[in-house]
């Protein structure tokens, strides 16, 4: 069955009367080139096991079943469960989980269903939680070699910004703390069904390179950082005072240690500026 042939794809759908959710970020890839290059760009290979978030009706699945070892496929919406009983029908390494991700224990998953094997992440991921799942994903700090998504453009942008430029985020303070990221290719709008209003892209971020804290100071640095860029366009003096209720002269303090200016922004602070101002802005 080719799961990225339209006709095929609404006689299924039309069929088993589902209907897209919006809300869930139901947009399905049609384009045969995607799936196939995400499994091969995405650690789907021998050796590995693959958890992908979101199977809508299994196009990027299959992909993965083909290549992997075994796949896990967290799906939250109940009514494609008969659609992936048909489509996935000729693959006995996939196991559909029908949960929210965000609720799933992963590390169990791990345990129970990979056996030793080396696990990667991919998916086309549902846009409305984009954020919260990749930094679920890094800060659960899971035995994950690789996450390989597609995403919006403008969070691929976001993921893949340099720290300490003006198009960082705290999700890519987040990323460079757990490991390395880089874009892989972009993907139209076209390419799905129904199409979004936007494009997309795919990226990939390797684990395990990353920096590694303290457990009370790694708690720390990220509330330094999620306070910084809640408010991106004041001054770090000001939005820690606002947010934290850290005085503004333990700020200053801190800056002036690094060589850093009181009026400095988080978004002027590159990775090593970020850690040291943090460990220094702890010790004040
Ligand atoms: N992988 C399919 C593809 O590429 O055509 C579907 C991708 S679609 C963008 C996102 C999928 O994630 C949908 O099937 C949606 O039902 C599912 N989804 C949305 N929220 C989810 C959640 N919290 N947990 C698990 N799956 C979710």
Redesign the pocket.
């Known amino acids: 069955m080719i799961l990225t042939n339209i006709g095929t794809v609404k006689e299924i759908l039309s069929r088993h009367g589902f209907s897209f959710?919006k809300g869930?970020?139901?947009?399905?890839?049609v384009n045969p080139d995607i799936?196939p290059r995400i499994a091969e760009n995405g650690n789907a290979c021998k050796g590995f096991g693959v958890i992908?978030?979101?199977?809508?009706?299994g196009?990027?699945?299959s992909e993965l079943a083909k290549r992997a070892e075994k796949v896990v496929a967290?799906?939250?919406?109940s009514r494609?469960l008969p659609i992936l009983d048909e489509t996935l029908a000729d693959f006995d390494n996939v196991k559909i989980i029908n949960?929210?991700?965000?609720k799933c224990d992963l590390r169990r998953v791990i345990t129970d269903e990979f056996d030793g094997l080396r696990v990667a992440v991919c998916?086309?991921?549902?846009y409305y939680?984009t954020s919260p799942i990749i930094m679920m994903l890094l800060e659960s700090r899971l035995p994950i070699e690789s996450i390989t998504v597609m995403v919006q453009k403008e969070a691929a942008q976001r993921l893949c910004a340099k720290v300490g430029t003006r198009d960082s985020g705290a999700i890519t303070v987040g990323v460079n703390y757990y490991g390395t990221v880089k874009k892989l290719f972009d993907v139209s709008r076209g390419s799905f069904m129904p199409a979004p209003n936007v494009d997309s892209a795919v990226i990939r971020i390797d684990l395990g390179s990353g920096c590694r804290l303290d457990e009370k100071s790694e708690k720390f640095f990220f509330s330094v950082v999620k306070a910084g860029f809640s408010q991106r366009r004041k001054t770090l003096a000001n939005s820690l005072a606002s947010v934290m209720g850290i005085p503004k002269e333990k700020v200053y303090s801190a800056l002036s240690s690094l060589g850093l200016p009181e009026a400095a922004r988080i978004e002027q602070l590159d990775m090593e500026q970020l850690i040291a101002f943090s460990a220094a802005l702890s010790d004040k």
Not at 52 to 57: K, P, R, S, V, Y
């Open positions: 959710s869930l970020g139901q947009n399905f890839i799936c992908e978030i979101g199977t809508g009706i196009v990027l699945t967290v799906e939250i919406d494609l949960e929210d991700v965000m998916a086309n991921l549902p939680i």
